[in-house]
Protein backbone atom coordinates (compact mmCIF):
# COMPACT_ATOMS: atom_id res chain seq x y z
CA UNK A 1 0.00 0.00 0.00
CA UNK A 2 1.19 3.75 -0.63
CA UNK A 3 2.41 5.05 2.15
CA UNK A 4 0.97 8.43 1.20
CA UNK A 5 -2.74 6.72 0.62
CA UNK A 6 -2.21 5.26 3.60
CA UNK A 7 -1.99 8.44 5.56
CA UNK A 8 -4.36 10.34 3.62
CA UNK A 9 -6.94 7.99 4.47
CA UNK A 10 -6.24 7.98 8.13
CA UNK A 11 -6.12 12.03 7.86
CA UNK A 12 -9.15 12.10 6.56
CA UNK A 13 -11.01 9.78 9.68
CA UNK A 14 -9.29 11.06 12.08
CA UNK A 15 -10.50 14.49 10.98
CA UNK A 16 -14.02 13.58 10.48
CA UNK A 17 -14.08 11.48 13.88
CA UNK A 18 -12.24 15.14 15.50
CA UNK A 19 -15.69 17.09 14.07
CA UNK A 20 -18.29 14.59 15.42
CA UNK A 21 -16.60 14.68 18.84
CA UNK A 22 -16.83 18.76 18.55
CA UNK A 23 -20.96 18.22 17.68
CA UNK A 24 -21.27 15.40 20.10
CA UNK A 25 -19.79 17.96 23.04
CA UNK A 26 -22.13 20.95 22.22
CA UNK A 27 -25.31 18.34 23.06
CA UNK A 28 -27.29 17.86 26.40
CA UNK A 29 -25.59 16.15 29.35
CA UNK A 30 -28.79 14.06 29.49
CA UNK A 31 -28.32 12.46 25.96
CA UNK A 32 -24.30 11.93 26.73
CA UNK A 33 -25.50 10.33 29.99
CA UNK A 34 -27.77 8.23 28.31
CA UNK A 35 -27.29 4.42 28.82
CA UNK A 36 -29.45 2.01 27.01
CA UNK A 37 -29.82 -0.67 29.14
CA UNK A 38 -27.93 -0.91 33.31
CA UNK A 39 -24.41 -1.32 32.82
CA UNK A 40 -24.16 -0.77 28.96
CA UNK A 41 -22.00 2.37 28.13
CA UNK A 42 -23.01 5.45 27.41
CA UNK A 43 -21.67 8.44 24.76
CA UNK A 44 -19.01 9.53 27.77
CA UNK A 45 -17.93 6.41 28.88
CA UNK A 46 -17.51 5.17 24.99
CA UNK A 47 -15.00 8.45 24.34
CA UNK A 48 -13.02 7.93 27.63
CA UNK A 49 -12.33 4.25 26.51
CA UNK A 50 -11.32 5.69 22.70
CA UNK A 51 -8.66 8.06 25.32
CA UNK A 52 -7.46 4.73 27.08
CA UNK A 53 -6.86 2.25 24.14
CA UNK A 54 -5.80 4.90 21.58
CA UNK A 55 -3.45 6.43 24.01
CA UNK A 56 -1.49 3.78 24.44
CA UNK A 57 -0.35 3.90 20.80
CA UNK A 58 -0.21 7.59 20.51
CA UNK A 59 2.29 7.25 23.60
CA UNK A 60 4.06 4.91 21.68
CA UNK A 61 4.47 6.48 18.57
CA UNK A 62 5.23 9.68 20.02
CA UNK A 63 8.24 7.91 21.51
CA UNK A 64 9.14 6.00 18.57
CA UNK A 65 9.16 9.33 16.23
CA UNK A 66 11.11 11.52 18.65
CA UNK A 67 13.51 8.61 19.11
CA UNK A 68 14.17 7.27 15.47
CA UNK A 69 12.18 8.84 12.84
CA UNK A 70 14.72 11.18 11.78
CA UNK A 71 16.93 8.24 10.76
CA UNK A 72 14.74 6.96 8.17
CA UNK A 73 14.05 8.42 5.18
CA UNK A 74 10.49 8.49 3.54
CA UNK A 75 9.78 4.95 2.56
CA UNK A 76 6.70 5.34 -0.16
CA UNK A 77 5.45 1.96 0.44
CA UNK A 78 4.30 0.54 3.81
CA UNK A 79 3.69 -3.16 4.25
CA UNK A 80 1.48 -3.87 6.92
CA UNK A 81 3.06 -6.30 9.34
CA UNK A 82 1.41 -9.74 9.44
CA UNK A 83 -0.16 -9.42 12.45
CA UNK A 84 -0.95 -5.74 12.82
CA UNK A 85 -2.82 -6.44 9.65
CA UNK A 86 -4.54 -9.17 10.80
CA UNK A 87 -5.77 -7.42 13.88
CA UNK A 88 -6.51 -4.09 12.61
CA UNK A 89 -8.99 -6.09 9.62
CA UNK A 90 -10.88 -7.64 12.57
CA UNK A 91 -11.63 -4.24 14.36
CA UNK A 92 -12.58 -1.79 11.32
CA UNK A 93 -16.04 -2.35 11.18
CA UNK A 94 -17.83 -3.91 7.69
CA UNK A 95 -18.95 -1.25 4.76
CA UNK A 96 -22.73 -2.45 6.28
CA UNK A 97 -21.31 -1.27 9.78
CA UNK A 98 -21.52 -4.68 11.09
CA UNK A 99 -18.57 -5.52 13.97
CA UNK A 100 -16.48 -8.89 12.55
CA UNK A 101 -15.12 -9.52 15.87
CA UNK A 102 -16.98 -8.89 19.61
CA UNK A 103 -14.85 -8.77 22.60
CA UNK A 104 -14.88 -8.03 26.02
CA UNK A 105 -13.02 -4.83 27.44
CA UNK A 106 -10.10 -5.51 29.12
CA UNK A 107 -9.96 -4.00 32.66
CA UNK A 108 -7.50 -1.68 31.92
CA UNK A 109 -9.91 0.00 28.58
CA UNK A 110 -13.44 -0.05 31.01
CA UNK A 111 -13.46 3.41 31.63
CA UNK A 112 -15.81 2.30 34.67
CA UNK A 113 -13.28 0.70 36.23
CA UNK A 114 -10.43 3.37 35.84
CA UNK A 115 -11.48 7.04 36.91
CA UNK A 116 -14.74 7.10 35.10
CA UNK A 117 -15.74 9.57 32.43
CA UNK A 118 -16.84 13.25 32.75
CA UNK A 119 -17.53 15.71 29.56
CA UNK A 120 -13.94 15.94 30.13
CA UNK A 121 -13.61 13.00 27.87
CA UNK A 122 -14.94 14.07 24.88
CA UNK A 123 -12.41 17.21 25.19
CA UNK A 124 -9.58 15.04 25.91
CA UNK A 125 -10.74 12.77 22.98
CA UNK A 126 -10.58 15.96 20.50
CA UNK A 127 -6.81 16.49 21.75
CA UNK A 128 -6.03 12.54 21.03
CA UNK A 129 -7.19 13.26 17.61
CA UNK A 130 -5.28 16.28 17.42
CA UNK A 131 -2.05 14.53 18.23
CA UNK A 132 -2.54 11.96 15.55
CA UNK A 133 -2.94 14.45 13.08
CA UNK A 134 0.45 15.47 14.26
CA UNK A 135 2.04 12.11 14.17
CA UNK A 136 0.90 11.80 10.52
CA UNK A 137 2.35 14.86 9.88
CA UNK A 138 5.73 13.25 11.37
CA UNK A 139 4.75 10.19 9.62
CA UNK A 140 5.27 11.81 5.93
CA UNK A 141 8.90 12.18 6.57
CA UNK A 142 10.13 8.61 7.76
CA UNK A 143 10.15 4.65 7.18
CA UNK A 144 6.40 3.52 8.46
CA UNK A 145 8.12 -0.06 8.21
CA UNK A 146 11.36 0.43 10.45
CA UNK A 147 10.19 1.12 13.69
CA UNK A 148 7.78 -0.85 16.56
CA UNK A 149 5.78 0.39 18.35
CA UNK A 150 4.13 -1.86 21.56
CA UNK A 151 0.85 -2.88 21.40
CA UNK A 152 -2.01 -2.15 24.22
CA UNK A 153 -1.23 -5.94 25.19
CA UNK A 154 2.23 -4.81 26.23
CA UNK A 155 5.44 -5.52 24.51
CA UNK A 156 5.36 -8.90 23.63
CA UNK A 157 3.22 -7.72 20.69
CA UNK A 158 4.81 -5.34 18.93
CA UNK A 159 3.82 -3.26 15.98
CA UNK A 160 5.16 -1.55 12.58
CA UNK A 161 4.41 2.52 13.45
CA UNK A 162 2.26 1.97 10.16
CA UNK A 163 0.04 -0.46 11.92
CA UNK A 164 0.21 1.42 15.33
CA UNK A 165 -1.45 4.09 13.20
CA UNK A 166 -3.99 2.07 11.35
CA UNK A 167 -5.06 0.15 14.30
CA UNK A 168 -6.27 2.58 16.85
CA UNK A 169 -8.31 4.37 13.67
CA UNK A 170 -9.57 1.61 13.06
CA UNK A 171 -11.20 0.69 16.41
CA UNK A 172 -12.21 3.95 16.84
CA UNK A 173 -13.98 3.65 13.76
CA UNK A 174 -16.56 0.61 15.73
CA UNK A 175 -16.87 2.78 18.53
CA UNK A 176 -17.91 6.12 16.31
CA UNK A 177 -20.66 3.07 15.27
CA UNK A 178 -21.51 2.82 18.93
CA UNK A 179 -21.67 6.48 19.31
CA UNK A 180 -24.57 6.74 16.60
CA UNK A 181 -26.18 4.40 18.16
CA UNK A 182 -26.32 5.37 21.42
CA UNK A 183 -27.38 9.19 20.20
CA UNK A 184 -30.29 7.45 17.69
CA UNK A 185 -31.23 5.38 21.01
CA UNK A 186 -31.81 8.40 22.70
CA UNK A 187 -33.87 9.84 20.12
CA UNK A 188 -30.89 12.02 18.71
CA UNK A 189 -30.95 10.70 14.61
CA UNK A 190 -27.35 12.51 12.95
CA UNK A 191 -28.21 15.83 10.57
Known amino acids: MRTEQLITGLELVIAGQRARAVEIAAMPAELLLHRTQQGAWNILEVFEHLNLSSGIYVRGLDKVFARSAERYRPNPDFKPG??????????????????????????????????????????????????????????????????????????????????????????????????????????????
Not at 87 to 106: K, N, Q, S, V, Y
Not at 117 to 131: K, N, W, Y
Not at 155 to 175: S, T, Y
Request: glycine fraction near 8%; hydrophobic fraction near 40%; aromatic fraction near 6%.
Open 82 to 191: RLGDYLTRGMEPRPDGAIRWRMRTMRMFDPGRQHGASHTSIDRFVDLCDRIQALLATARTTDLNAMRVASSLGPIIRFKAGDALRFPVAHQRRHFLQIERLLQAAGMDRK
